[in-house]
């Protein structure tokens, strides 16, 4: 099964959000750190994610460089 990768600049986020909402994900940080975690909620400052602890976070928008998901193609 072919899989590809789809990457989203924050700008981005809220126009694809029905797309990759509840979906699991990287995440690139500004500082080069990467997440993977499931996206839950998008706000228009910042997204809650949970991690794979099912610990659950916010990420300011302002923070992330990229974010990576693997779809099926």
């Known amino acids: 099964m072919a899989k590809r990768q789809l ?9 694809k959000w029905s797309e990759i909402s509840g979906k699991k994900a990287n995440i690139v940080l500004n500082n080069r750190r990467v997440i993977f975690v499931k996206l839950l909620e998008n706000s228009t400052n910042q997204i809650k994610v949970e991690d794979m602890k099912q610990q ?4 300011d928008i302002q923070d992330i460089s990229e974010i990576i998901l693997d779809i099926k193609a």
């Not at 659950?56 to 990420?59: A, D, E, L, N």
């Open 7 to 15: 990457r989203l600049s924050p700008d981005l986020i809220s126009e």
């Open 56 to 59: 659950k976070h916010k990420v």
